[in-house]
């Protein structure tokens, strides 16, 4: 994850909202597919956040949440993140989802990160960043296929 984020724009795509903050009107969802798809988006990033408190290691619980581009970036940031540095904190997602046909969506999201000490020094919560996701649906549920992270300051 650190590598990810340090690395300022990478491959694969967004959406996740901070836990148990009340949505604005403007990031509510319209529907149960966006439900859905905000749901995959923020479940692939708790797994995350909680994996890097845990020594990096890649969790087989990611595969139910990412695929693809998603899955390898966030493995290798996990992996990168594993080098014994105290992990701390975590970030704040503002999630906004769009289906965009029956097995389409993608995600915007203003990642702030300035609160997630990733044990790297300056390379890790440098502030609000653009995430763009591509969700999937498999059949069974939405996956986030494609993950972009942009650099700090990007939105």
Partial sequence: MALALAAGCASSEDAASEAGAAPSPSTTPSS???VAALAAYTGM???VVAASHE???VPPELQDYAVGGAYALMSAA???AGSGA???GE???APVAAVEGPDSATVEDCLDDSGWNLGMGSSSGQGPRLVEATLIHDGLAWRVSDLRIWEAGSC
């Fill in 32 to 34: 149960d597919e966006e």
């Fill in 45 to 47: 990033w708790d797994t």
């Fill in 55 to 57: 020594g990096g290691e």
């Fill in 78 to 80: 996990l992996e990168g």
């Fill in 86 to 88: 105290q992990v701390t």
């Fill in 91 to 93: 970030p704040v997602l």
